[in-house]
C-alpha cells in the first residue's frame, strides 16, 4: 500500500469531522423534535415521498444499468478496451 499524502490526510480528516457533526446535529434535532404529533395527512405526505422516492431512484439505477448492456455507453469511452463474450 501508498502512503496517503497530506491532502489526503486533511480530505479524510474534514471528512471524518463532517461526518461527527452531522450525527451530533441528527441527535438533537431527533430528541428534540420527539413530543410533535404527526396527523394522517403527514403520514400519507411521509409514505408518498418515500414511495416515489424509490421508485424514481430505481427506475434511473434500472435506465444506467440498461443503457450500460445496451453499448450506448461505449461511444463516450472510446478508451475503454472491449470485452470478448466467452468462448461455448
Known sequence: MRRLSPGQIALIAVLVALLI???????????????????????????LGTFFSLLIGCGLMALMFFSSRSGHDDAA????????????
Not at 28 to 40: A, E, I, L, P, T
Request: no cysteine.
Open 77 to 88: 469511452d472510446p478508451f475503454r478496451k472491449r470485452r470478448e463474450p466467452p468462448a461455448e
Open 21 to 47: 457533526l452531522t450525527g451530533i446535529w441528527a441527535t438533537m434535532v431527533w430528541n428534540s423534535s420527539g413530543d410533535v404529533v404527526m396527523d394522517k395527512h403527514g403520514w400519507i405526505a411521509l409514505g
